[in-house]
């Protein structure tokens, strides 16, 4: 890859050669989360998505007069579990603050959220790179606030539509320090924190629900350079492929603009999926003032550090852990071992597996193959198929001793999908059982032997390139039950040997 | 030294509309009150915890437990105007 031709809108195209770059990328992520509790944060409305416009609210998330603010317990606690997974500090004086703007999502025209004394700080994640090095990206802080409503532009009637259900579904927003380097960093630091955010259950993670959505400060500077440039904001990115494409046009903007003699404004930017660009938003004269002040309406927290222990203590083990011991445990190499551990149940689902066999290679091609194919493509989870571990052993022993062809046993494992009954009834049933016995093998071969005059003659006299052709014949011939290593054998025998 | 377009920044954060006639006055308030506020600062606080919350309590939680919430109907009363079980609004295009 040298040359990367990207936006093309407006008669310009953006590239950039690679090999002699010139300037460095400097990029820092916002990720605003919504955790999964049963209430909302400050209130007993409850925190789901999909009810009735305006059915989900109340006095208090609708910032009526006289209504107080309580914190939710469990949101507290989520956020300290998040902060020690990213292995943030837990601060001993937890406050929260009024940041104040103007806007239709808001009812109470400010934001309940942390100022200077968020949850969690100075933490970092290590995201394994593909040259098998890790990188440490920081995290600055990690701080507890509310969710605003959902507006709906109605274009019809000419306004626009305010749904306060969202209003105080409680958020954790997680910043990065500026750490990462390229759109391709970016992308794969979001990959182990969402990945690390599910194996600890606190939320969705769903970015086209936006319980998951992500920000990004991008600038560049002269290779060698260590003061930072002049950031811009990109906002408005619905999937990580979108972060990373979002982020990549900005590079080469910023390049071209520089390159060009010109000067980076400070400024947001919004990123528009079906044109893959990016337009300004706002630059900096209009930026906001928020205003923050102490909530008198909340006390402030202190979270013991005996329940710190406790939730340390609960952490389940962490992806990149998990990783590393799947691969020494199993001898698994670093490929295979990430697929196993890209979700908490397929992790868990092959280590059930290992405990009943041990051919864990094929365990693994059984679970990363087959496995995850039917779950992408029906988009299901785990969950929802009638696999279990014990099973899918039963089908990979059957396949391991030769009574069933390979893509046979691929065919018992999609009806082993969708019924409960037994490996052995299903192959009775169907009658899908690999013929091995000698006397129906050699009647097959007889008839391959006269359909195929040519082949035959061709290998008699000493090129055996056609003898693949005639196993597949036989295959063919038998649905796929034939055991091929055997029609082999007896084709050799009979042609070459005779 | 608090200005005139410092109030008028200030209102405008607020989305208050001042006049002229009206700013001048409401800039020698707040003159006075940040001279009240001077005379604050020079007080030795330096022995004094900072605090945020007036009472001397803290860690006043809920549990995570789901209570009714208001009906559509009862939601909406307050609304200006509403259409389609929503609170309507001018349009905001951001
Ligand atoms: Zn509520």
Redesign the pocket.
């Given at each position: 890859m040298n040359r990367v031709p990207i936006g093309t809108k407006s008669g310009l195209v953006y590239k950039m050669t690679i090999e002699n770059k010139q300037f460095d990328t400097v990029i820092g992520l916002e990720v605003h989360l919504q955790l999964k509790t049963q209430s909302?944060i400050?209130?007993?409305?409850a925190n789901n998505f999909g009810a009735e416009a305006n059915s989900?609210?109340?006095?208090?998330?609708?910032g009526l007069p006289g209504s107080l603010p309580v914190l939710n317990k469990k949101v507290l606690e989520y956020a300290v579990k998040i902060g020690l997974a990213l292995n943030c500090k837990i601060n001993s004086y937890i406050k929260f603050d009024r940041k104040n703007y103007y806007y239709p999502d808001l009812p109470k025209a400010y934001q309940i959220s942390q100022y200077d004394f968020p949850v969690c700080y100075q933490g970092f994640v290590l995201v394994p790179q593909e040259s098998s090095t890790v990188k440490k990206v920081g995290i600055t802080r990690a701080h507890i606030e509310e969710d605003a409503g959902k507006l709906i532009h109605d274009n019809e009637n000419n306004c626009s539509l305010v749904d306060y259900n969202r209003?105080?579904t409680p958020l954790l927003e997680i910043v990065t320090e500026p750490d990462l380097r390229s759109a391709q960093e970016a992308y794969d630091y979001l990959q182990i924190l969402k990945l690390t955010l599910q194996y600890l259950d606190v939320s969705d993670c769903d970015m086209e629900k936006g319980s998951l959505r992500c920000d990004a400060n991008i600038s560049i500077r002269p290779v060698g350079e260590t003061k930072l440039g002049v950031k811009t904001e990109l906002k408005n990115m619905n999937s990580f492929r979108a972060v990373k494409a979002a982020l990549t046009f900005e590079e080469n903007r910023q390049t071209q603009v520089v390159k060009a003699g010109g000067k980076i404004t400070q400024e947001t930017r919004l990123w528009d999926e079906a044109k893959q660009m990016s337009i300004t938003m706002r630059s900096k004269e209009e930026a906001h003032d928020y205003r923050y002040f102490p909530d008198p309406d909340l006390t402030p927290f202190q979270v013991d550090s005996s329940v710190i222990e406790q939730i340390r203590k609960s952490l389940p083990e962490l992806p990149v852990d998990k990783w590393e011991r799947i691969k020494k445990e199993y001898g698994l190499n670093d490929y295979d071992a990430w697929i196993l551990v890209s979700s908490p149940e397929i992790a868990a689902f092959f280590e059930e597996c290992a405990k009943l066999h041990t051919n864990y290679k094929n365990i693994c091609n059984w679970i990363s193959g087959s496995l995850m194919q039917e779950i992408n493509s029906r988009k299901l989870s785990l969950g929802d198929l009638r696999i279990t571990p014990r099973r899918l052993v039963e089908l990979i022993l059957k396949a391991e001793d030769g009574t069933l062809s390979n893509l046979v046993a691929k065919d018992v494992f999609r009806y082993a999908l969708e019924t409960d009954k037994s490996i052995d009834e299903i192959i009775q049933e169907k009658g899908l059982a690999q013929v091995s016995d000698s006397v129906t093998l050699e009647k097959i071969v007889d008839e391959i032997i006269t359909q195929n005059e040519n082949a035959v003659r061709q290998i008699k006299n000493g090129d055996e390139k056609p003898l693949g052709f005639l196993v597949g014949q036989a295959m063919k011939k038998t649905q796929g039950k034939a055991n091929p290593k055997k029609i082999g054998e007896i084709l050799k025998r009979r042609i070459i040997d005779a | 030294m608090i200005s005139e377009k410092d109030v008028k920044y200030a209102a405008s954060l607020s989305r208050i509309h001042l006049s002229d006639e009206e700013a001048k006055p409401l800039t020698k308030d707040l003159e006075k009150i940040l001279h009240y506020v001077e005379k604050l600062q020079k007080l030795d606080v330096s022995k004094v915890e900072p605090t945020s919350h007036v009472l001397p309590i803290k860690n006043v939680y809920r549990e995570d437990k789901v209570r009714s919430?208001?009906s559509q109907e009862e939601a909406l009363k307050i609304a200006v105007e509403k259409i389609k079980g929503s609170y309507k609004v001018p349009k905001v295009i951001e």
């Open positions: 909302k400050f209130c007993g409305c989900q609210v109340c006095p208090v998330c609708l209003t105080g | 919430s208001l």
